[in-house]
């Protein structure tokens, strides 16, 4: 028989009964606290203002009570919303947190889950995307498809319902329409703007409308009668392409046929006659031999040039100063397309008296009136009667040409100028004029550029608007009329 102890009989129970109870351990520490929660919620954008039309994607971080965060996301509970509960300003994609800006203002973004919701306040801005310098005013287009005009408003051309001269931007009046503005060209006194069709039309292209001095007919409605509103030209829907000169007015539709409208004194219509119109006519002619059709064109003082489908150049009009290009001075009207050599063409651009394009392997060419050094041949007087070639690079991208100066754009994003600069349109602050292309500044930013009859306009990279030169109407935007012999920054009225 085996003897115990009492003592030892007595542990027995005890050892059990603090098993029973989790004890026999040390600390007391394997308690539970409750259970772990979301806190709060951080959202996250690569930055918080956002242009028109762009998109950037949210995130968002969870801090829970026990101190630890988490990406969240919509699988596991996450939901995207807007503050407002609508699109006006801003949408963001419920199952990704895409934010997208939709129109100028600002907007909170939501993120839920769980009861917590997390936000961040996004500016949505309308950037500048596009210029037009005219005669004496300048209209530029915003990413958010609003038109700005200032200058000159004689004859009602920056469209505001007004004839009061604008030293700084204003908008441009929608007219009877709503549709985003797509392109603008600005003549010499009146503007043509394209626009979107309705979001229900299956049309390529838009629909074009027209302000300001209707003299020769040039805003194409059938009259001559001044307009201080954009008003529709016929009832067209598809155009793709407008080009205004000094007082005629060019423009291609979607299928590369080439209308023109206007003063055709010089036959700068290119209609076979020298009849104004007033309403748009076919380029060369409506007989149905004529089959011709375009991708690009340029209106100038007096003359037209245009690609054809076959990157092929083609001139008409006035001839007085060889702008043509056709080897000859003459002052007998052209009034029908004829080619230009045989080289083929990406740009091309009509001054007042002179003309500039650059061919298909990036070559630039000029001729015309050369008297203050426009044509860049590196001779200020005489006329160039054929193409130029100017310099020997091959890199030239973009191109304008004003009343008597040009201005040009390299691959690397260099801004080129010459000609006339009495008034600083070459933007290189000497008011001398050049024979040959100079560079303006050291910027390699530029993309896009405009020339008026005596000012310039052109973007950079980052979406600022800058113009230069004459400014006695205002034409420059900066609030002032004093020539600028170097680019000021437009301010964007956001």
């Known amino acids: 028989m085996t003897k115990f102890k009492l003592s030892s009989l007595l542990l027995v129970p005890l050892f059990a009964v603090l098993a029973a109870c989790g004890g026999g351990g040390g600390g007391g520490g394997g308690g539970s606290s409750g259970p772990v929660t979301l806190k ?24 829970y009570s026990d101190g630890t965060t988490k990406a969240l996301t919509v699988a596991g509970g996450l939901a995207w919303s807007t503050k407002s509960g609508n699109a006006t300003i801003a949408s963001v994609a419920s199952a990704t947190g895409v934010v997208t800006g939709v129109a ?32 004496f005013q300048t209209i530029a287009r ?33 007219g009877a329409a709503a549709t985003a503005w797509t392109k603008i060209a600005v003549g010499d006194q009146f503007a ?25 007919g040039q805003l194409g409605l059938g009259d001559q009668v001044n307009r201080s509103v954009p008003t529709l030209i016929g009832k067209d829907t598809n155009w793709v392409g407008v ?17 023109a409208w206007g003063r055709n004194s010089e036959g700068q219509l290119g209609d076979l006659t020298l009849q104004v119109r007033t309403a748009p006519v076919k380029v060369g002619g409506t007989d149905k031999t004529n089959t ?66 650059i061919d298909s392997t990036g070559k630039l060419w000029a001729w015309g009136n050369n008297g203050s050094g426009q044509v860049g041949n590196n001779a200020g007087s005489g006329t160039v009667s054929a193409p ?10 973009i191109i304008a040409a004003g009343g008597a100066h040009t201005l040009a754009v390299r691959s690397n994003g260099t801004l080129w100028a010459w000609g006339a ?48 030169g004459r400014n006695a109407d205002g034409q420059l935007g900066n609030g002032k009329t004093v020539i600028s012999a170097v680019p000021v920054s437009i301010s964007n009225p956001n």
């Open 40 to 63: 709060s919620i951080a959202v996250s954008l690569n930055s918080t203002t956002l242009p028109v039309t762009t998109t950037q994607t949210a995130t968002a971080t969870g801090t």
């Open 104 to 135: 100028v203002g600002t907007e909170t973004i939501n993120a839920t889950q769980d009861g917590v919701t997390g936000s961040v306040t996004i500016t949505v801005i309308a950037p500048w995307k596009d210029v037009s310098a005219g005669g």
């Open 142 to 174: 915003r990413a958010d498809g609003k038109l700005y005009a200032w200058g000159q408003n004689n004859w009602g051309q920056l469209g505001d319902s007004s004839t009061t001269q604008r030293l700084s931007p204003v908008v441009v009046s929608n």
């Open 192 to 216: 043509i703007g394209l626009r979107a069709n309705s979001g229900s039309s299956t049309t390529a292209g838009g629909t074009l409308w027209a302000w300001g001095l209707n003299s020769n």
């Open 243 to 259: 080009w205004a000169g000094k007082y005629h007015v060019v423009a291609l539709k979607s299928d590369g046929t080439l209308w």
């Open 292 to 357: 011709a059709t375009y991708t690009a064109a340029s209106a100038g003082g007096t003359h037209t040039m245009a690609i054809a489908k076959d990157g092929s150049l083609w001139t008409w009009g006035d001839n007085t100063y060889g702008q043509l290009g056709n080897a000859a001075v003459s002052t007998t009207p052209v009034p029908t397309p004829a080619k230009i050599g045989s080289l083929t063409y990406n740009a091309v651009a009509a001054g007042a008296t002179h003309s500039v394009a």
């Open 388 to 397: 130029a070639q100017i310099t020997t690079d091959s890199d030239w991208t």
């Open 421 to 468: 600069n009495s008034d600083g349109q070459l933007g290189d602050g000497s008011g001398i004029d050049q024979i040959s292309p100079i560079q303006v500044g050291a910027d390699r930013t530029w993309v896009s550029i405009s020339a008026g009859a005596g000012h310039s306009a052109g973007l950079k990279a980052d979406n600022s608007l800058w113009t230069w």
